[in-house]
Nanobody, 125 residues
Framework: QGQLAESGGGSVQAGGSLRLSCAAS????????MGWYRQVPGKEPEGVAA????????WYADTVKGRFTISQDNANNTVYLQMNSLKLEDTAMYHC??????????????????WGQGTQVTVSA
């Protein structure tokens, strides 16, 4: 069995910061890529950031480059998303995701990618 346990969401004012955590357990802790998606009701999910659990390579969506940083603690199978300079448009449900490789991580709806339940991030003016 495997599970992705997210935490760290909440409400913050624009310009503030939040840090999300995702702990992987079971077979999901051995996936090659982990990262974050976000989704707003009525819109398609958006890939936010990903990291190679083996080589540490990172990928970011253009909308968050320079503001968000993804990192990992391999000893604890945990991935973090540090979100700085938050904007109103960052408001969304953030889902941790685990995938065998980056192309499948970026392929919305890929059956090879496992999503967590999500944690809500709300940015207010």
């Amino acid at each position: 069995q495997g599970q992705l346990a997210e935490s760290g969401g909440g409400s913050v004012q624009a310009g503030g910061s939040l840090r999300l955590s995702c702990a992987a357990s079971g077979y999901l802790s051995r996936y090659n890529y982990m990262g974050w998606y976000r989704q707003v009701p009525g819109k398609e999910p958006e890939g936010v950031a990903a990291i190679g659990t083996g080589d540490g390579r990172t990928w970011y969506a253009d909308t968050v480059k320079g503001r968000f940083t993804i990192s990992q603690d391999n000893a604890n199978n945990t991935v973090y998303l540090q979100m700085n300079s938050l904007k109103l448009e960052d408001t969304a449900m953030y889902h941790c995701a685990a995938s065998p490789d980056l192309p499948q991580f970026l392929s919305i709806g890929s059956k090879a990618t496992y999503w967590g339940q999500g944690t809500q991030v709300t940015v207010s003016a």
